[in-house]
């Protein structure tokens, strides 16, 4: 049983390595960001009688799109010989959404969103490119 672990671990690590380019700090924040936003999605529509499960299967699809996109974005690197330039790049888009998607739902839920966040937000937009384009049909809520 304790070789089954140790595989699970190795197989893990080589996955987060050749998708992701290994662990970084803007990937851990980007992680942290996916789980508040889910979890303060969640709490709004708790408290707005709108939590559906339906709903929050569709969040944990587009959850697991961002990742794939961050995943894209550095086998393009690996591609082109950038280092992490477009992982980050598109890593960097996704923080700013999903920042301004846990500000979104904590105004749902009646709690203040300080300036510096508010300006955070509009630094970060900068970071991830010019193009801030959602995509049709999708919620940045979500």
Do not use: C
């Amino acid at each position: 049983m304790e070789n089954v672990g140790k595989w699970a671990l190795a197989t893990g690590s080589w996955l987060v390595s050749y998708l992701f380019g290994g662990w970084s700090g803007v990937l851990g924040v980007l992680l942290v960001f996916v789980v508040l936003d889910y979890l303060t999605g969640v709490a709004a529509g708790w408290m707005s009688g709108e939590l559906k499960s339906k709903i929050g299967l569709i969040g944990i699809a587009r959850k697991v799109f961002i990742f794939a996109m961050v995943a894209v974005g550095h086998l393009v690197d690996g591609i082109l010989g950038d280092g992490h330039l477009f992982r980050d790049t598109v890593a960097f888009f996704y923080i700013a959404n999903e920042l301004l998607s846990i500000t979104e739902n904590g105004g749902k839920m009646g709690a203040p969103i300080p300036a510096v966040i508010k300006q955070a937000i509009e630094v970060l937009k900068g970071k991830g490119g010019n193009d801030n384009d959602k995509g049709a049909g999708t919620d940045a809520s979500a």
